[in-house]
């Protein structure tokens, strides 16, 4: 069963980094490209940004390149999503999904929120 | 960057009823990379529609997409009460960039 398993929720402080990841199982994680989709509170689906596990190229939409860094280790088959200096606009639901061959997000994790707040 | 706009915002309807959905492209999308996805409260998005008209693993058939060019839809034939969510439609495609549509909100009247 193909399985994507965020971490827990966080709470951080304006100007504090942070990483966030999502471990992938049962398929061959090096094989699939993996997506990271922001949703802020009450709002749409955002495309951040994606990479592929097998050799980590990586690419960002316009709104979110600099902003955020995604990463994998193919070792523990896990993508993450990491920010170095956090806003409190960055305070949203996020989303890890996986591309399947044709291009659409197929299986989805099940969501990390990031609250940031002094 | 091809805009998606999706119509209405809500649509408010009775179990039973027939749910028709839009969304508009700003520039052509090839019906290959069109799809929609379903999201309740409190839940990840869940893949319904692809390549515009193909149902994902385990969508019921009451489920269909159709369109091409700048405009898909997306029919519920029969509401169901577990169907009142919110619908998205996305375009990807081979240059690995996506866009949603800002959704459709269906909510019991």
């Known amino acids: 069963e193909v399985q994507l398993v965020q971490s827990g929720a966080e709470v951080k402080k304006p100007g504090e980094s942070l990483k966030i990841s999502c471990k992938g199982s049962g398929y061959s994680f090096t094989s699939y490209w993996i997506g990271w989709v922001r949703q802020m509170p009450g709002k749409g689906l955002e495309w951040m940004g994606i990479?592929?596990?097998?050799?980590?190229?990586?690419r960002y939409s316009p709104s979110f390149q600099g902003q955020v860094t995604i990463s994998a280790d193919k070792s523990i088959s896990t993508a993450y999503l990491q920010w170095s200096s956090l806003k409190a606009s960055d305070t949203a639901m996020y989303y890890c999904a996986r591309r399947d061959p044709l291009g659409v997000q197929d299986y989805w994790g099940q969501g990390t929120l990031v609250t940031v707040s002094s | 960057e091809i805009v998606l706009t999706q119509s209405p915002g809500t649509l408010s309807l009775s179990p039973g009823e027939r749910a028709t959905l839009s969304c508009r492209a700003s520039q052509s999308v090839s019906s290959s990379y069109l799809a929609w996805y379903q999201q309740k409260p409190g839940q990840a998005p869940r893949l319904l529609i692809y390549?515009?008209?193909s149902r994902a693993t385990g969508i019921p058939d009451r489920f269909s997409g159709s369109g091409s060019g700048t405009d898909f839809t997306l029919t519920i034939s029969r509401l169901e009460p577990e169907d009142f969510a919110v619908y998205y439609c996305?375009?990807?495609?081979?240059?690995?960039?996506?866009?949603f549509g800002p959704g459709t909100k269906v909510d019991i009247k």
């Open positions: 990479i592929y596990p097998g050799d980590s190229d990586t």
């Open positions: 390549g515009a008209s």
């Open positions: 996305q375009q990807y495609g081979s240059s690995l960039s996506f866009t």
